[in-house]
């Protein structure tokens, strides 16, 4: 059984950073993304990082967010720079059994598995 789970949200001023990690256990998957939603807002994609370690980002994260894993596939890092209060939301792990190149208009029921979810929120 697949598990997920987030850690490293909080609360930051605006141009702070923070480190969110997602802790994998069950299997390897070889798609992992990081979605976040805002209250009213649909969840959307921040990053991706696929198969082969190639990466893609929301527009407005690019500059600012890092997707990387450690050398086991095991742990998920979004590293996030500049933080903004537009930042603020639900940041979510998820990972799906794709070997292909992922896009960020993938849509949520494409991803099997998912984490509960880490808050961030940057005051301005």
């Known amino acids: 059984q697949v598990q997920l789970v987030e850690s490293g949200g909080g609360s930051v001023q605006a141009g702070g950073s923070l480190r969110l990690s997602c802790a994998v256990s069950?299997?390897?998957?070889?798609?992992m993304t990081w979605f976040r939603q805002a209250p009213g807002k649909e969840r959307e994609i921040v990053a991706v990082i696929d198969y082969d370690g190639a990466t893609t980002y929301a527009d407005s994260v690019k500059g600012r967010f890092t997707i990387s894993k450690d050398s086991t596939g095991n742990i998920l890092y979004l590293q996030m720079n500049s933080l903004k209060p537009d930042d603020t939301a639900m940041y979510y792990c998820a990972a799906r059994h794709f070997w292909g190149r992922s896009s960020v208009t993938a849509l949520t029921t494409a991803y099997p598995f998912w984490g509960p979810g880490t808050q961030v929120t940057v005051s301005s």
């Open positions: 069950g299997g390897t998957i070889p798609c």
